[in-house]
């Protein structure tokens, strides 16, 4: 589904990340994975390489520095010239109630999740010459309803699917299309942390009574990328099991 496609994906070797990468090898593309580690990723690789004949290529910045983003695009564009499909998945989580929130973590949490993606998506959108390019941002199901104690995180994206509204709008004449998924209760290094009482109450919530899997989100984002989605943009797609129904 994804012959000849040059994807980058950020934030590949975290949970959603690695689905994303792996049903994408799976289905034939050329893959460009970021991410903060070069060692994380050069193993992610090599675990790849195991299983699939497809090319790849690492490349190691952090998106919530503008300089180093910036510098890998630099590095992007000398050998690849072009870029088909940009998963802007990589993101934090800090957690805190109004009044606590640290100045720190707000800086982080919206270069993470709002102001990278941003700056990204700038930079490659310039280099999206085919017809029918695809820009796919992970937001989250908090972004849309909020959750207590979660301010910053759904503040960052809710900024998200605000940004895929307009940059659909914009992009749309130019063949290049742009839609968001909003994962819900997804079984990542996230939910870990989260306490037994808590996830307890979050998963009565979930309609469909189980925790998401990582490959769940990978699924819709293959959908976005291929060619069965040219006529979608603009779109949020849930990924929550019926969450917030």
Do not use: C, W
């Not at 994906?9 to 990468?21: E, L, N, V």
């Not at 790849?56 to 919530?64: A, G, H, K, R, W």
């Not at 941003?118 to 908090?142: A, G, Y």
């Amino acid at each position: 589904m994804l012959k000849n496609k040059k994807i980058l994906i950020t934030g590949a070797t975290g949970g959603i990340g690695k689905a994303i990468s792996i049903l994408f090898a799976q289905n034939n593309a050329e893959l460009l994975l970021a991410g903060r580690s070069e060692k994380k990723l050069n193993g992610f690789k090599l675990q790849i390489l195991k299983s699939y004949k497809i090319k790849i290529s690492v490349y190691p910045f952090d998106i919530s520095n503008y300089e180093e983003t910036k510098k890998a695009f630099r590095d992007i564009f000398s050998k690849t010239r072009n870029i088909d499909v940009l998963v802007n998945n990589a993101g934090i989580l800090k957690e805190n109630f109004i009044g606590m929130i640290s100045k720190k973590d707000i800086d982080h949490t919206i270069n993470t999740n709002l102001i990278g993606p941003i700056n990204l998506t700038q930079l490659v959108s310039k280099i999206m010459v085919k017809k029918n390019s695809s820009i796919i941002n992970i937001s989250s199901i908090i972004g849309k309803v909020g959750n207590s104690g979660q301010a910053l995180y759904s503040s960052s994206k809710s900024g998200l699917i605000g940004f895929t509204f307009s940059t659909a709008k914009e992009f749309a004449p130019r063949g290049i299309r742009v839609n968001a998924i909003a994962p819900g209760f997804i079984k990542t290094k996230m939910v870990s942390k989260i306490s037994k009482n808590k996830y307890s109450e979050v998963l009565s919530s979930i309609q469909m009574k189980r925790i998401g899997k990582p490959k769940d989100v990978a699924n819709v984002a293959l959908f976005l990328a291929s060619d069965l989605s040219t006529y979608v943009t603009g779109q949020v797609i849930g990924v929550d099991g019926g969450m917030i129904i």
